[in-house]
């Protein structure tokens, strides 16, 4: 075999093709003209997903997080906060999932750990996860009859954010807004996780995003 293709074998074997848990459904391909009924589902894929572990009580720990996220360190169960860059989830008393645009990840986690203080731990976890958007009229009907949990607005404001069951899998699901709901769920879950909310959603009129 030659040099010139010797380099050229080399660089296809190098080169590396980002494809998230979903992209064997083809959903980019979807038509943009379908008509719109109760319920829109789409997949946000290939996002920056950290998961932080830190003591809340270490002002220079969440002095360092504020610093470099834009946004404060939601403190309390099931809480959330978000920057023009981040959206940071509450998982526990001393664990946060930070979600980010994808391809910035490695520079967040830079800035972290350049910034924080004290016992704290950041680990990169964006290829075991994909986000699904649940949302229309009838989004929280869906849920209802996919998780046990109340996602009634009454118990689940926008903002709010719980990991439960959905339907035998689990997710991590935060209403963003009145009628839409962000799903972060684990790669392996993911296409039996968008197979059961296409199933729930049919009744209501259901339009694919991409």
């Given at each position: 075999?030659?040099?010139v293709?010797?380099?050229?074998f080399?660089?296809?074997?190098?080169?590396?093709?980002?494809?998230?848990p979903?992209?064997?459904l083809?959903?980019?391909?979807?038509?943009a003209?379908q008509p719109q009924?109760?319920?829109q589902l789409?997949?946000?894929?290939?996002?920056?997903?950290?998961i932080?572990r830190?003591?809340?009580?270490?002002?220079?720990?969440?002095k360092?997080?504020?610093k470099?996220l834009?946004?404060?360190?939601?403190?309390?169960?099931h809480?959330?906060?978000?920057?023009k860059?981040?959206?940071v989830?509450?998982l526990g008393?001393?664990?946060?999932?930070?979600?980010?645009d994808g391809?910035?990840?490695?520079q967040i986690?830079?800035?972290?750990?350049?910034?924080?203080?004290?016992h704290?731990?950041v680990v990169?976890?964006?290829?075991g996860q994909?986000i699904?958007?649940?949302?229309g009229?009838?989004?929280?009907q869906?849920l209802?009859?996919?998780?046990?949990?109340d996602?009634?607005l009454?118990?689940?404001?926008?903002?709010?954010g719980?990991?439960?069951?959905?339907?035998?899998a689990?997710?991590?699901?935060?209403?963003t807004?009145?009628?839409?709901?962000?799903?972060?769920?684990?790669?392996s879950?993911?296409d039996?996780?968008?197979r059961?909310l296409?199933?729930?959603?049919?009744?209501?009129?259901l339009?694919i995003g991409?």
């Open positions: 075999m030659s040099r293709a010797d380099d050229v080399n660089d296809q074997q190098l080169a590396v093709r980002a494809e998230s979903l992209h064997h083809g959903l980019t391909a979807k038509p003209n009924g109760g319920v789409k997949e946000q894929a290939l996002q920056g997903h950290l932080l830190g003591d809340p009580n270490n002002e220079l720990f969440t360092g997080v504020e470099t834009g946004t404060a360190l939601p403190t309390q169960p809480q959330s906060s978000q920057s860059t981040a959206v989830q509450w008393p001393d664990e946060w999932l930070i979600l980010v391809g910035s990840e490695a986690e830079k800035e972290l750990y350049e910034h924080l203080h004290g704290y731990l990169d976890v964006s290829g994909t699904l958007h649940l949302s009229t009838n989004a929280e869906v209802q009859k996919s998780t046990g949990y996602v009634h009454r118990n689940f404001p926008v903002g709010k719980v990991q439960t069951t959905l339907a035998k689990t997710a991590l699901i935060r209403r807004e009145t009628n839409t709901f962000e799903l972060v769920v684990r790669r879950f993911a039996y996780v968008w059961w296409v199933d729930a959603s049919e009744e209501y009129g339009s991409s």
